[in-house]
């Protein structure tokens, strides 16, 4: 069983730059497939980013060049590090865990989520 803990949301202004964490418990060092997702009231939920061992990262093409996944096995910890944020990516962020690699990255059928991190970004 993993359970995930994101933290880092808050307020900041247009071209800002926020990093979010997750905290994962158990041990996702191996074959996990990690994600960040993000959803805006009203509206599906939405991958932002993910990474594999086998795969690498991707990421979707609003957040390319803003926005950088990383892991720290060390720490059991994913981290996404989002600069030039715009109004647009105001949205709860997610944490999502697979113990297997998904295909294709942006599905939404993770094993383990998070409670979620609140992120606003004013003009």
């Known amino acids: 069983q993993v359970q995930l803990v994101e933290s880092g949301g808050g307020s900041v202004q247009a071209g800002g730059s926020l990093r979010l964490s997750c905290a994962a418990s158990g041990d996702t060092s191996t074959s996990y497939q990690m994600a960040w997702f993000r959803r805006v009231p009203g509206k599906e939920r939405e991958a932002v980013a993910a990474m594999h061992p086998d795969s690498g990262i991707s990421s979707a093409d609003s957040v390319k060049g803003r926005f950088t996944i990383s892991k720290d096995n060390a720490k059991n910890t994913l981290y996404l590090q989002m600069d030039s944020l715009k109004p647009e990516d105001t949205a709860m962020y997610y944490c999502?865990?697979?113990?297997?690699?998904?295909?294709?990255?942006?599905?939404?059928?993770?094993?383990?989520w998070g409670q979620g991190t609140q992120v606003t970004v004013s003009s």
């Open positions: 999502a865990a697979n113990p297997r690699r998904l295909v294709p990255w942006y599905t939404r059928r993770y094993d383990y």
